[in-house]
C-alpha cells in the first residue's frame, strides 16, 4: 500500500471515528441537540424572556401577578402557527362580569419581541358587561403574545401564548384605499338585546404603517402613520379607551361588548399618530 493510499485511508477513518461521536452525542440528546445547532426558536406559552421582564418591571414594579391558568381572571387565545404575521387573530376572554363590585380596570396587550410590544392599553368601565375583545396583531418574531388584566381591586392576572410567525411589522400595507384613511365603521354581528350583553365591531381603515415597511416602487421606507386611540362610548356614556400602537394590524378592528339600557349611539372618536381626528357613530334601537 502506497502512502497516498495509506494518507485517504487516515482520513476516512477519522471521518468515521467522528461520525460516530456525534451519532452518540445525537442519541443521548436527542431533539435538543438538533435545536442547538441553527434551530428555530422554541419556548412554551407560559415561559418568561427578558423583554417581558423588563416591560414587567417598567410597566407593574414588584406588583404581583396571578399567573397560572386555573386562577387567572383571563384567557388569550392565540393560534400558535399564525399564517401572515401582519394579521395575527386574537381573543382576550375575560372570567368574570363587569360589574361595579369587581370589573377589569384595564386591559395590556403585549408582544414580547414586536419593535413597539405595548400594542394596546384599554381603560375598561362596567358598561361594556363584559370585557372580552377581539382584534389582529403585527407580530414581527417567534414571540410570546401577553394579556395582563388589571381588576378594579388592583389585581393583577395574566395569560400568554407563544406563537410561530415573523414579518409582521415589515410586511407591506394594502395602498388601494389611502383616499378612505379614517373612514371609522361600526357594527352589530347580532340583533340588540336589551339590558343584556350585546357584541359590537368597530373597524378603522388605515394602513397603520409601522416605519419598517418598503415601498415597493421607491424602495424608501414608509414612514410609520397608525391609529393612535379609539374612544368608544354609547349614549354618552364611556365604554373604553384605547391606546394604540402599530402593533395593531391594519386596517384596525376591535369587537367588543356593550350593554344598552335604553336607544342611542355608538358612538367612535379615532385619532391617528399625524394628529387625524375621525368620528364614526351608528344609531341603536
Excluded at 60 to 74: L, M, N, T
Excluded at 201 to 219: A, K, M, R
Aim: charged share 20%; proline share 6%; with cysteine.
Amino acid at each position: 500500500m502506497n502512502k497516498a493510499e495509506l494518507s485517504r485511508r487516515s482520513v476516512l477513518l477519522r471521518t468515521l471515528a467522528h461520525a460516530a461521536v456525534g451519532a452518540t452525542a445525537l442519541s443521548a440528546t436527542g431533539r435538543a441537540a438538533w435545536a442547538a445547532v441553527g434551530g428555530l426558536p422554541q419556548a412554551a406559552h407560559g415561559d418568561s424572556s427578558p423583554e417581558w421582564e423588563n416591560l414587567r418591571d417598567k410597566l407593574f414594579g414588584q406588583r404581583a401577578i396571578e399567573a397560572q391558568p386555573q386562577s387567572s381572571a383571563v384567557q388569550l387565545i392565540v393560534p400558535l402557527r399564525a399564517a401572515y404575521g401582519a394579521s395575527v387573530p386574537v381573543k382576550i376572554v375575560s372570567r368574570l362580569p363587569q360589574k361595579e363590585s369587581l370589573y377589569v380596570r384595564k386591559l395590556h396587550v403585549l408582544v414580547d419581541k414586536n419593535p413597539s410590544p405595548v400594542a394596546a392599553v384599554l381603560d375598561l368601565t362596567p358598561e361594556l358587561g363584559q370585557a372580552d375583545f377581539e382584534t389582529r396583531l403585527r407580530v414581527d418574531e417567534y414571540s410570546h403574545v401577553r394579556v395582563i388584566s388589571e381588576l378594579s381591586n388592583g389585581q393583577l392576572h395574566m395569560d400568554s401564548r407563544y406563537v410561530k410567525t415573523s414579518g409582521g411589522c415589515s410586511a407591506p400595507p394594502n395602498r388601494e384605499s389611502l383616499h378612505l384613511i379614517g373612514k371609522t365603521v361600526l357594527k352589530l354581528p347580532g340583533t340588540v338585546k336589551m339590558n343584556e350583553v350585546n357584541t359590537a365591531d368597530v373597524t378603522v381603515i388605515h394602513p397603520n404603517d409601522t416605519g419598517f415597511e418598503l415601498n415597493q416602487v421607491s424602495v424608501m421606507y414608509i414612514p410609520p402613520h397608525f391609529v393612535r386611540s379609539i374612544r368608544m362610548s354609547y349614549a354618552q356614556h364611556k365604554l373604553f379607551d384605547a391606546d394604540l400602537d402599530f402593533s395593531v394590524s391594519e386596517n384596525p378592528s376591535w369587537r367588543f361588548n356593550f350593554v344598552p339600557h335604553g336607544r342611542g349611539e355608538l358612538r367612535a372618536e379615532v385619532t391617528d399618530s399625524k394628529d387625524g381626528q375621525f368620528v364614526g357613530t351608528l344609531a341603536v334601537g
